[in-house]
């Protein structure tokens, strides 16, 4: 028999609780391992968004096919923070963003 303390559930924090903006951070895009993908992002960051940033080059996968970019930016808010994730994923021959 299980006991019920009807203890209220602890809240998460949000997101501004979290991370103090403006915020320098890092992104992991996972893509296409071709040329294209590189200039893709930069542009992304640069004429979408109108954020700086800095790319480098990380690992291929096992058999070549997939390349990480590690990109870091300085985010003013949550909402460019959230288009990052999901417009960045929307991009042409990116398959993930972390």
């Known amino acids: 028999m299980t006991e019920n303390t009807n203890t ?5 924090p949000k997101l501004e609780e979290l991370i103090n903006f403006p915020a320098k951070l890092t992104f992991k895009f996972i893509g296409n391992n071709n040329d294209a993908v590189e200039k893709i992002i930069s542009a992304f ?3 979408k968004l109108t954020l700086a940033c800095d ?5 291929q996968s096992r058999t070549g096919k997939y390349i990480t970019f590690n ?6 808010d ?3 923070l959230y288009r990052i994730y999901k ?12």
């Open 45 to 47: 960051f640069a004429d």
């Open 78 to 80: 949550k909402e460019i």
């Open 55 to 59: 790319i480098s080059a990380g690992r």
């Open 8 to 12: 209220p559930e602890k809240e998460e």
């Open 71 to 76: 990109v870091t930016a300085t985010v003013n």
């Open 87 to 98: 417009e960045g994923a929307e991009l042409p021959h990116i398959q993930h963003v972390l």
